[in-house]
Structures are given as structure tokens and as C-alpha cells.
Nanobody, 118 residues
Framework: QVQLVESGGGLAQAGGSLRLSCAASGRTFTINYMGWFRQAPGKEREFVARIRWFGGSTSYADSVKGRFTISRDVAKNTEYLQMNSLKPEDTAVYYC???????????WGQGTQVTVSS
């Protein structure tokens, strides 16, 4: 099993920035990819970004490309999501995820609220 603990959500104004962190523990050697998903009220959970744990290649949803940056610190077993130029439509609960596949969904964090005011 892998445990994921997120931190860093909160309130930001439109155009502002927030940084999310996700620390992994447990059987981290089973992780090939880590990523972020989000779920806005009344909507389905959607993919935001993912990173290959070894190698560092990244992929982003079109809606966040150029504004969000995913990164990881292998030594700390931690991934990050730097969110810049935030928009009100970025308001959602953000979930950290990890797994073997390129769309990592084997393990989930508890979620952290991000609210962007206009």
C-alpha cells in the first residue's frame, strides 16, 4: 500500500498562485507515475497533470497547460503542483494520485480545497 498526504490548498485571488505538495509513504517503490486530479462541485473528477517518477516526463490537461507545473523530489518521495495565473474555474478539490499506469489512479490522497476568487 501507498499512503499519500497532501498540503498547500487554500484561497487565492484570480491571477495569483498556490503550491500543492503530496508526500508518499509505504510501498513507494511500486510507483511509476504520480499525478493530480481535481473535482469541482457538480462535476466529475478530471485529470490535471502527471509526472513519471523516474525520468520526470510530464503531461498536462489543456486547461492548465502553461499555467501549472508538476514536479517531484525523489529523495523526499514528494510531488508538487505549482499553480500560477489561477482562474475562478480552477476552484476544486485537488487530489494527489499515484500508481503504476500512465494515468495513475491506484492510490489517492484525501484531497485539498483550492478556491480562486474573482
Amino acid at each position: 500500500q501507498v499512503q499519500l498526504v497532501e498540503s498547500g490548498g487554500g484561497l487565492a485571488q484570480a491571477g495569483g498562485s498556490l503550491r500543492l505538495s503530496c508526500a508518499a509513504s509505504g510501498r513507494t517503490f511500486t510507483i511509476n507515475y504520480m499525478g493530480w486530479f481535481r473535482q469541482a462541485p457538480g462535476k466529475e473528477r478530471e485529470f490535471v497533470a502527471r509526472i513519471r517518477w523516474f525520468g520526470g516526463s510530464t503531461s498536462y490537461a489543456d486547461s492548465v497547460k502553461g499555467r501549472f507545473t508538476i514536479s517531484r523530489d525523489v529523495a523526499k518521495n514528494t510531488e508538487y503542483l505549482q499553480m500560477n495565473s489561477l482562474k475562478p474555474e480552477d476552484t476544486a478539490v485537488y487530489y494527489c494520485a499515484a500508481g503504476r499506469g500512465a494515468l495513475p489512479q491506484d492510490y489517492w490522497g484525501q484531497g485539498t480545497q483550492v478556491t480562486v476568487s474573482s
